[in-house]
């Protein structure tokens, strides 16, 4: 099967302009997640939509970021205006409750994005 | 809220050599993931534990989750240069919302 697709794998803005990512889950997914990873730590998860419907943003900060999952397949997310602290990779992961109670999440390649 | 820490940060290991890394998480997990990140890479998943006091092995991986269900830890017995990387755990409290511990980086000498 196909894998979990971002786009793109890299981007650089400078601060106050805006950017977008995407990606496309594993067909039949219905989980997918969106995690921030600063180089040398763990991922932080963002926010968590169940088919198209948000079950977690609580980390996401939304007076700069926001995202959407259109008809629950694809995802987009978006920041306006970037600072510095948001160079990071952005990873995208899907999952599928029909393997319970695995709860294995399959990852994108991520967009590395860089503010300057 | 729910934090997820790893020890140790880092660990330089001969080939051959064994490599313990423990999590501790400040509340009681519904079940635990652990996923290994090659350098430049993403993070691939290794297991899933549930149960209380649950080993699992994988070749030459053991995994295990605490009686209380709040630590785990992963031990690579004789360690090769492909298990180069970093190796995270991921404790979800009962939502699907997974949080990520702090990981540990492990680098093989030759």
């Known amino acids: 099967e196909a894998g979990v697709a971002q786009s793109p794998r890299y981007k650089i803005i400078e601060k106050r302009q805006s950017v977008a990512f995407w990606c496309n889950p594993i067909s039949g997914h219905a989980t997918l997640y969106w995690y921030q990873q600063i180089l040398g730590q763990g991922p932080k998860l963002l926010i968590q939509?169940?088919?198209?419907?948000?079950?977690?943003d609580s980390q996401l900060p939304k007076d700069r970021f926001s995202a959407e999952r259109l008809k629950g397949v694809d995802s987009t997310l978006k920041i306006q205006p970037a600072k510095l602290e948001d160079s990071a990779v952005y990873l995208c992961?899907?999952?599928?409750?029909?393997?319970?109670?695995?709860?294995?999440?399959?990852f994108g390649p991520g967009t590395r994005l860089t503010v300057t | 809220g729910q934090q997820v820490m790893q020890i140790p940060q880092y660990q330089h290991v001969q080939e051959g050599e064994d490599f313990t890394t423990y999590c501790n998480s400040s509340t009681t997990l519904s079940n635990i993931q652990w996923y290994k990140q090659r350098p430049g890479g993403h993070p691939v998943f290794l297991i899933q534990?549930?149960?209380?006091?649950e080993v699992k092995k994988q070749k030459r991986l053991t995994f295990q989750f605490g009686e209380a269900k709040k630590n785990s830890s992963l031990h690579i017995t004789a360690t090769q240069t492909t298990d180069v990387g970093t190796y995270f755990c991921a404790g979800d409290s009962g939502t699907y919302k997974y949080i990520f511990g702090t990981g540990t980086r492990l680098k093989v000498l030759a």
């Open positions: 992961a899907s999952s599928s409750h029909t393997s319970y109670p695995i709860y294995e999440q399959y």
């Open positions: 534990l549930v149960k209380s006091g």
């Open positions: 939509f169940q088919n198209n419907g948000v079950v977690d």
